[in-house]
């Protein structure tokens, strides 16, 4: 019985040595990361654990500490690609730039999916009051200037906010006409009789919005908007109204 179970017990381990050294194998005809790479997996993973973390945070307590998102970096899998710098600026001074300069009521504006452009307008709003209506959580740290967002619900916003707003700016995540289709019946539900409407998107959106807004006198700028990642999608602005900052092109 003994010479039984040591003969059963030294298959056992030469089986399992056999299997060790066939992994042992297979690891080394694995392809391996360059160091660069694993550098760049491992800050990658750090963000990501520093996001959770946030974002748990800001669930148990939401507060107005907006620090934390300044040096947010984008989601792709949200296809999120920020504005450079100017451009933010430059469409935030677009947005709060008054035509009727006699009037004395602040703006109500409403982001929709362009949290690059809302962080400028937060820091230069002054009166004005701007909204990010936005998919990605992580932006909740605005407290009420927050409201989530999913554009395959295009109707579903706040009763509050239907019609009461003075200027909307868009850019839907995605590049086909049944997104901005549902980002179009938004701007409708938020928008006043004589609301200005900024729309951002790839050129190759241009005759759909045309078609499809055109009659409302939305018209295409020659004014290229840029991202700080250097997109290779050409982008473009629409306009329902003759702006006065963005008259020449930023590219």
Same mark, same amino acid.
């Given at each position: 019985w003994n010479k039984i179970m040591e003969d059963s017990t030294a298959k056992r381990t030469a089986s399992l040595s056999s299997s060790s050294d066939d992994d042992d194998s297979d690891d080394n005809d694995a392809p391996q990361l360059s160091a660069y790479a694993m550098a760049a997996l491992q800050e990658f993973l750090a963000e990501q654990k520093q996001v959770k973390a946030h974002e748990q945070q800001l669930a148990s307590n939401p507060t107005q500490d907006t620090t934390f998102v300044d040096d947010l970096k984008e989601d792709w899998q949200l296809s999120q690609f920020w504005y450079s710098d100017e451009t933010s600026q430059l469409l935030a001074k677009e947005v709060l730039h008054k035509a009727d300069t006699a009037s004395s009521a602040p703006l109500h504006i409403a982001c929709l999916s362009t949290p690059s452009v809302f962080r400028a307008l937060?820091?230069? =709003?002054?009166? =004005?009051?701007? /909204?990010? $209506? =936005?998919?990605?959580?992580?932006?909740?740290?605005? &407290?009420?200037? $927050?409201?989530?967002?999913?554009?395959?619900? @295009?109707?579903?916003?706040?009763?509050? =906010?239907?019609?009461?707003?003075?200027?909307?700016?868009?850019? @839907?995540?995605?590049?086909?006409?049944?997104?901005?289709?549902?980002?179009?019946?938004? /701007?409708?539900?938020? !928008?006043?009789?004589?609301?200005?409407?900024?729309?951002?998107?790839? !050129?190759?959106?241009?005759? $759909?919005?045309?078609? +499809?807004? &055109?009659?409302? &006198?939305?018209?295409?700028?020659?004014?290229?908007?840029?991202?700080?990642?250097?997109? +290779?999608?050409? $982008?473009?602005c629409w306009t329902n109204f003759t702006p006065h900052f963005l008259v020449t092109s930023a590219t």
């Open positions: 937060r820091k230069n =709003e002054g009166s =004005e009051q701007a /909204y990010l $209506f =936005e998919y990605d959580k992580r932006f909740a740290c605005y &407290g009420n200037r $927050f409201v989530w967002y999913d554009c395959n619900k @295009p109707e579903e916003i706040p009763g509050a =906010e239907m019609h009461s707003f003075d200027v909307v700016l868009l850019d @839907p995540p995605f590049l086909n006409p049944e997104t901005m289709a549902n980002f179009i019946v938004t /701007y409708k539900l938020l !928008a006043k009789p004589h609301t200005r409407l900024l729309i951002l998107s790839g !050129a190759v959106m241009s005759e $759909f919005i045309v078609s +499809q807004l &055109g009659s409302e &006198g939305v018209k295409e700028l020659p004014w290229h908007p840029e991202h700080k990642g250097n997109l +290779q999608n050409e $982008f473009r």
